[in-house]
């Protein structure tokens, strides 16, 4: 009733209210979730998306921790996550993939492949150095992930990435 009350005050339109979860009639802009987030403090409740969105987020940070720390290969991504955040893996898990739509090793990958991206633009290494640095088991593995995500062999990227390199050198 109270939650009710507060969405009617605003003048939110809503549907359903029920056992503390809401649906609303349409999506609320930035100005009237703020307001609701607001009200809602007030009387100590909080809008649990909000909450969840922090932890993704948190999840995020924490997958560029683990992929800028030197020897992450000695610790599993899923423990390394759940001592940061103290829920059950499969727990965090589900809730990534629900927002986001693509599992936390996805995400890693994906976050792995724009790392060798930068390795190979930026830096002089062979790509047997960069399948290490980016823990990559083989040079084979890393060009398989790397054409999965791209589209692109390592090489072809390398020279697309020098070609635009010397374009914005010579003007």
């Known amino acids: 009733m109270t939650v009710e009350s ?7 339109p809503f549907q359903i209210v029920s056992l503390g979860e809401v649906e609303l009639v349409q999506p609320l802009d930035d100005s009237k979730r703020h307001e609701l ?11 649990i998306e909000a909450r969840l969105n922090k932890i993704v987020e948190k999840i995020k940070k924490i997958v560029l921790s683990y992929l800028a720390n030197d020897d992450y ?7 390394f996550i759940t001592r940061s955040i103290h829920y059950e893996y499969s ?21 792995r492949i724009e790392k060798v ?14 399948a290490y640095q980016t823990g990559f088991s083989s040079t084979a593995h890393l060009s398989a992930q790397f054409k999965k995500i791209t589209g692109l062999t390592p090489s072809h990227f390398k020279k ?9 050198d010579h003007i």
């Open 73 to 79: 290969h000695q610790l599993k991504l899923s423990s």
């Open 91 to 111: 727990y965090l898990s589900n809730l990534f993939s629900s927002i986001e739509g693509i599992t936390i090793e996805q995400y890693f990958i994906i976050q």
């Open 117 to 130: 991206k930068e390795l190979l633009v930026y830096q002089e290494l062979t790509l047997a150095d960069i």
């Open 6 to 12: 507060i969405l009617q005050k605003l003048k939110i």
């Open 160 to 168: 697309i990435g020098a070609a635009r390199r010397n374009a914005t």
């Open 37 to 47: 987030e607001t009200e809602l403090k007030k009387l100590g409740f909080e809008l």
